[in-house]
Each structure stands twice: as structure tokens, then as C-alpha cells.
């Protein structure tokens, strides 16, 4: 399947068929959902978190394996991170994922997120990958419903 | 009988590569490709032949009035209606369903009637009735139907009471592919004296539809899934029912005097045809049918049910494969699921082999409900798709399984 080792590759599958944090964090202190009403995407994003830090955080999906790798990433990506270190992160993501411009990988920098950048040139699959962060940016922000649309 | 290799030249999109890949098209339930005559028949008139209609006494204008009614008529004899004038064009099978919901049951529902439909229906035929419902204080009520997609028609039987105001069904699933069994449906609503809507819009394509044959008092289809222009709808409705529902839209071509005290409507057609109507779908549509009676049913449904038992079977052999839909009697419709693979994932890979499909809840989402799903993969097919392509399909669909589940 070589025409598709840029999107389906092994990273994204591994995180698909086992999420990291991915099942729901009860209690938290911030949740919020993200729907993607145009495939059904559904899912959670659960936090545990003081003024400064998300000490933890799950995201719970049910939907497609793009949506479900890019919130196992994200958890790993988030972990015990300062609120404004995560706002910088949830930026870099957007750029990366859906910035004008072709990025730079720096698999340093960007780790198994790396392997979602694929779905760049799946133009209707980007909101699956998106999805995931705009609930973490919702559940940082206090509101508990993401959509796509 | 036509050879496969002119069928498909007929169809000039099908002759190019997507992603790289030679297009193999299994999307005809989401709409039906063109065939070049069609194209030909828009682009002709509108070089040569355009003008509105019903208006001008000048040559154009009455040239156009003319191709316009004959468009009609082709249509009416397409389904076998009785008069031309039970055919209306409008936007789409979902613009006819509104039209009978806002110019049929608006004046008969009352607190706590019913319209009767089925588990298995697209939005589009669901939505309208909920909205007049509502407005009345009305229910829409859903009939059950089995596992297998197919209706339950003693709990349907049963569902019908003096309450039902209207039964409206589908003649064709989208979701499932499933035919059902409309005469009797019909016959079995008759007897309670409700009237019944069908939804044909997948069915026309596949099949001979007989309006007088299933005596229903409508039905419903849209030109894009039959091979012509999209934007363009029929309503079949009995004369007798239409001539007396309240117009759907006001303006002009559909009244006999207007003043400021009152205006007077002309009978159908023209009563639902407000304004200028899309005339060159028209046109392209009798063209679109004009070339399926060319091809001949037999040919259809011949070729039809080849890809469909070589597609049931090759499916059938790939065990991860759950086929949704098994009922006896099918429009050449594949859902299916793999458990370890969601469907989004299945039709973005299919999409770089260029094997077109649909991925998601197919506009049914109270039917996944009712089966337990979210989404399925449905590929749906038509008389120019070849076997080779279901092998293709099928081995595209053995990868993606070992993808996921390795
Ligand atoms: C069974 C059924 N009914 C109604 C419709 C609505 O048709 P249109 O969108 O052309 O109005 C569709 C289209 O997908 C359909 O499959």
C-alpha cells in the first residue's frame, strides 16, 4: 500500500487500534465534546487541571482512525504541561495540519503528531484530525461543545 | 443487445484517472453519471433552441414551450402515468415530498393524526413531515423493519389506523439497497382509504415503475439519479388529488387572473409550476430517458444483477466483511462494514486506488440507529460498471482489512 504511507501509516494505526488515555477521566475538572456532524466523529476531552497546569488528560473517541490517533497524540502531547504551553501547542498543531504552508517536520519537535501530516493532502479528512484539539481548546476555555461545522 | 465496451463509451467521465488510478465509479445511489447524448441534448439547446417558455409567440419561445411539454409526456409514459398533466417538474425528489407535505397535508392534518413512514427512509422523506406535523400537532410514525432491511408487514398493517392522514415509503433503499414490496404496501393502505407517497428516487434507475400498475396517489424521483441534469424533480400526483391541493409556490405561469382581491390558480401542472421552470433539465432528462429505453430494460437488469451476485459473492468470501442489508429483493446497493476499519477510513483509501464510494449515515440516520451503526461504506452500482471493477474493489478491500487489522 505505498501510495498510502502517507497517511495510514503504522503510527496512526497503533494509536487507533490502542489510544493512549483514552478512556474516560472521571472526575475532571474541564470536559468538553467535539462533534464532526459531516462523518460522526464523536468524542471527549476530559482534563484534570489546576490554574496553570492540565495535570491529566484523556480523550475518548468514537469515529475514524484519524480522529482517533490524533486525540491518543494529542493526550501524549498535553501531559502535564502549563495552560500556556498547551494554547502554543494547539497553534502549532493548526499551522501544521491546516497552514497555508507546506511544514517543516522536525520529528524532534513534533513526534507522532509527524504522521498526521499526511492528511493534508486528504482535504476532507483535515476536520478529523482537527478535531480532537478544538475540544481540548473548548474544554480549556471552559465550554463543553466542539464542532467542526 | 449493446457491448459493455460501447456502454462505457457512452459515459464520457468514466474514460479518465483519479489519483492516478483509471475512475471506478460506485457512487450511482448519490447520483448517476451522464451519458454524452444528455450532454449533448443541454448543450445543443442551450447553443441553439434556448428561449423561456409559455410566454413568447416568437419562434424560439415556441419551439422551446413545445420540447418542454414533450418532456412531460416522455416523462408521464417513463412511469406510465395516465395524463401528462399528473407530472410537475420541481428542484428534486426532496422539493416534491415538500410540495405534498405543505399542499397536501396541510389542510388535512389535525391534532394527533398521523403520517405513516418506514425505518428505513432518507432524511428527505422523513424532515418534510416532520415540520407539517408539527405545525399541527401531528406524529410521524416510523413502521419497523427487520434485521435484514426488509419491512415487517403485519406490525406496517397494524401501524395503519384511522389516525393516518398519509403513508409515505420508499420504493428503493439508499441505505440498504432493498426493494419493497410498494403494490402491496399501497393495497394494504388503500383498503384503510390513506393516501401513499413513494419515494422513487431509487428505484427509477433500476427498475420499470408503473404508477397506474402500483395505483399510488404519488410519486417521486429526481432526474440526477437517472442519468440526466441535476435540479431537476418530478412529482407524479393523481389528477384528481392534485387539483385541488393549495398551490406551493405563488407567481407567475401559475395563475388564470390575478388582482388585488384574490387571484385564481390554474389546475396542475402548471399550478405547482411557479416562474420559470429549469427547462433545459427538462429537456435533458427526456433525454436521459429517451437513452435508457434505448439500452432496454432487459439489458439493465441483465447486466445489473451480474455485477450485483459476482459483487454479493466476492464480498461475501472476505470475512471481515458485514454486508447491512440482506433483503430478498435489491437495487444493485452494498453497504457493509469492517469492524476494525471505519468507513470514512475505508472510502479515503478506496479514494487513492480511484475507487469512488460513500462513507457516513447515507442522509438515514434513524435507520443506523435502528441497525445499531454509525456509518456504513455502500458501494452502489450501475449497468456501465464492470466486473472487473468489483474484483478491484474487492481486492482493495482485502488490503484495507489486513491494514487494520494487523
Ligand atoms: C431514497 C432517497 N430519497 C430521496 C432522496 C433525495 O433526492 P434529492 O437530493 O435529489 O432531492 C435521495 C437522494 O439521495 C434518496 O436516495
Keep these: ?46 482534563l484534570r487541571k489546576s490554574d496553570e497546569e492540565v495535570n491529566e488528560i484523556a480523550c475518548n473517541t468514537e469515529g475514524c482512525a484519524i480522529s482517533r490517533a490524533s486525540g491518543s497524540i494529542m493526550t501524549t502531547m498535553i501531559q502535564g504541561k502549563t495552560v500556556s504551553e498547551i494554547e502554543k ?37 483535515i476536520k478529523c484530525a482537527t478535531l480532537a484539539w478544538h475540544a481540548l481548546e473548548s474544554a480549556l476555555r471552559g465550554e463543553v461543545e466542539a464542532t467542526t461545522e | ?193 390513506i393516501p401513499v407517497l413513494i419515494d422513487g428516487a431509487q428505484a427509477v434507475a433500476h427498475q420499470e415503475v408503473n404508477v397506474q400498475d402500483l395505483e399510488c396517489d404519488f410519486y417521486v424521483f429526481s432526474s440526477h439519479k437517472i442519468f440526466g441534469p441535476d435540479g431537476l424533480g418530478v412529482l407524479y400526483g393523481r389528477k384528481e388529488l392534485l387539483n385541488k391541493m393549495t398551490p406551493y409556490q405563488g407567481g407567475g405561469d401559475m395563475i388564470e387572473t390575478v388582482s388585488f382581491d384574490g387571484t385564481t390558480f390554474r389546475p396542475s401542472p402548471e399550478r405547482f409550476e411557479a416562474g420559470t421552470p429549469n427547462i433545459s433539465g427538462a429537456i435533458g432528462l427526456k433525454a436521459a430517458i429517451d437513452y435508457i429505453n434505448d439500452i432496454g430494460w432487459e439489458t439493465i437488469h441483465e447486466k445489473e444483477s451480474l455485477l450485483m451476485n459476482h459483487a454479493n459473492e466476492s464480498l461475501g468470501k472476505i470475512p471481515s466483511i458485514k454486508l447491512i442489508g440482506t433483503a430478498e429483493n435489491k437495487v444493485p446497493v452494498l453497504s457493509f462494514t469492517i469492524d476494525s476499519a471505519h468507513p470514512h477510513d475505508i472510502a479515503t483509501i478506496l479514494d487513492t486506488k480511484g475507487i469512488a464510494v460513500r462513507a457516513g449515515h447515507h442522509c438515514a440516520q434513524p435507520l443506523m440507529k435502528r441497525l445499531g451503526l454509525s456509518a456504513t461504506t455502500r458501494a452502489s452500482l450501475s449497468f456501465y460498471n464492470k466486473v472487473d471493477e468489483i474484483n478491484q474493489l474487492t481486492e482493495a478491500l482485502k488490503e484495507i482489512s489486513a491494514l487494520f487489522e494487523s
Design chain 2, 1 to 193: 443487445m449493446k457491448e459493455d465496451t460501447d456502454i462505457r463509451k457512452d459515459f464520457p467521465i468514466l474514460n479518465q484517472e483519479i489519483n492516478g488510478k483509471p475512475l471506478i465509479y460506485l457512487d450511482n445511489a448519490a447520483t448517476t453519471q451522464k451519458p454524452k447524448v444528455v450532454i449533448d441534448r443541454l448543450s445543443d439547446f442551450l447553443s441553439k433552441e434556448n428561449a423561456n417558455i409559455h410566454r413568447g409567440v416568437h419562434y424560439l419561445s415556441m419551439n422551446a414551450t413545445t420540447l418542454y411539454d414533450e418532456a412531460r409526456s416522455c416523462v408521464a409514459n417513463f412511469i406510465n402515468a395516465e395524463n401528462d398533466d399528473e407530472i410537475i417538474f420541481v428542484r428534486g425528489a426532496t422539493e416534491a415530498i415538500n410540495l405534498v407535505a405543505r399542499s397536501f397535508c396541510n389542510e388535512k392534518l389535525e391534532p394527533d393524526d398521523e403520517i405513516l413512514i418506514t425505518e428505513m427512509e432518507h432524511h428527505a422523506n422523513i424532515v418534510p413531515w416532520q415540520l407539517i406535523a408539527g405545525e399541527h400537532g401531528a406524529r410521524v410514525v416510523p413502521a419497523p423493519i427487520t434485521d435484514e432491511g426488509e419491512m415487517d408487514l403485519d406490525q406496517f398493517e397494524s401501524l395503519l389506523n384511522e389516525r393516518t392522514k398519509l403513508l409515505a415509503f420508499v420504493h428503493a433503499s439508499n441505505a440498504l439497497g432493498t426493494i419493497n414490496p410498494a403494490k402491496k404496501m399501497v393495497e394494504i393502505a388503500h383498503r384503510k382509504g
Design chain 1, 89 to 125: 501547542q494547539i497553534e502549532e498543531t493548526k499551522t501544521l495540519l491546516t497552514g497555508d504552508e507546506e511544514p517543516e517536520i522536525d520529528l524532534a519537535q513534533h513526534g507522532d503528531m509527524a504522521a498526521l501530516v499526511g492528511v493534508r493532502k486528504f482535504p476532507a479528512r
Design chain 1, 1 to 46: 500500500m505505498e501510495d498510502l504511507s502517507d497517511l495510514y501509516q503504522e503510527i496512526i494505526l497503533a494509536h487507533n487500534k490502542r489510544p493512549r488515555n483514552g478512556e474516560p477521566l472521571i472526575p475532571c475538572t474541564h470536559q468538553a465534546e467535539g462533534f464532526n456532524p459531516l462523518c460522526g466523529d464523536k468524542l471527549t476531552v476530559y
